[in-house]
């Protein structure tokens, strides 16, 4: 069975630029979460969607980043404008329930510096 | 809530027993433990749910006090590829509003 994949694994941008990550869950998994993990901290949500629709939001900045989920499988998750405290590991994470606490399962992660 | 975690990190010779500790302030309903090593993503180790159900797949044990909110992850005779960050990971009982704890940082030496 394919992992969860993401892309690109690095990218260097400036402050004010805007970057997209990419990330595909595996086959058939319902929800889809993507953390921001700065480094020698935990991952923090920034958004779960079920399916296409989005579950928790909460602590997605709304006023630089947005994300979506096109058809319920793959997800993009865009910055514009990037600020330097964005310097982190983008994880993407899939579930394959639904309403249920269960196992996640992680990419490799995309590792954004902003300078 | 972020849930706290004790150690913050540890510090083991090979085969030697470590505690990691979890707890909230608030009700739990499930909780998570992963690893990451470093430059990697979180691997799932362990959930457990509340009412006893535990789901896992490694040769690590854990506990779930639900009155104290609490929960230890017990790795025994630890081996090296042991090392790694341990972070817990809470839920609102309905898979949603998932926060993970800050992580314990193991170190398991030859």
């Known amino acids: 069975e394919a992992g969860v994949a993401q892309s690109p694994r690095y990218k260097i941008i400036e402050k004010r630029q805007s970057v997209a990550f990419w990330c595909n869950p595996i086959?058939?998994?319902?929800?889809l979460y993507w953390y921001q993990q700065i480094l020698g901290q935990g991952p923090k949500l920034l958004i779960q969607?079920?399916?296409?629709?989005?579950?928790?939001d909460s602590q997605l900045p709304k006023d630089r980043f947005s994300a979506e989920r096109l058809k319920g499988v793959d997800s993009t998750l865009k910055i514009q404008p990037a600020k330097l405290e964005d310097s982190a590991v983008y994880l993407c994470?899939?579930?394959?329930?639904?309403?249920?606490?269960?196992?996640?399962?992680f990419g490799p992660g995309t590792r954004l510096t902003v300078t | 809530q972020q849930p706290v975690q004790s150690p913050q990190a540890v510090i083991l010779r090979e085969g030697e027993d470590a505690v990691i500790n979890c707890s909230s302030s608030?009700?739990?309903?499930?909780v998570h433990w992963y690893r990451q090593k470093h430059g990697e993503a979180p691997v799932f180790l362990m959930i457990?749910?509340?009412?006893?159900e535990q789901k896992g797949h490694e040769k690590i044990s854990a506990s779930f006090n639900e009155k104290k909110q609490q929960s230890s992850l017990y790795l025994t005779a630890s081996q090296l590829s042991y090392s790694g960050t341990y972070f817990c990971?809470?839920?609102?009982?309905?898979?949603?509003?998932?926060?993970f704890g800050p992580g314990t940082r193991l170190s398991v030496l030859p």
């Open positions: 608030k009700a739990l309903y499930s």
């Open positions: 457990l749910l509340k009412g006893g």
């Open positions: 086959s058939g998994h319902a929800t």
């Open positions: 990971g809470t839920e609102n009982g309905y898979g949603q509003n998932f926060v």
């Open positions: 994470a899939s579930s394959p329930r639904v309403g249920l606490p269960y196992e996640q399962y």
């Open positions: 969607f079920q399916n296409n629709g989005v579950v928790d």
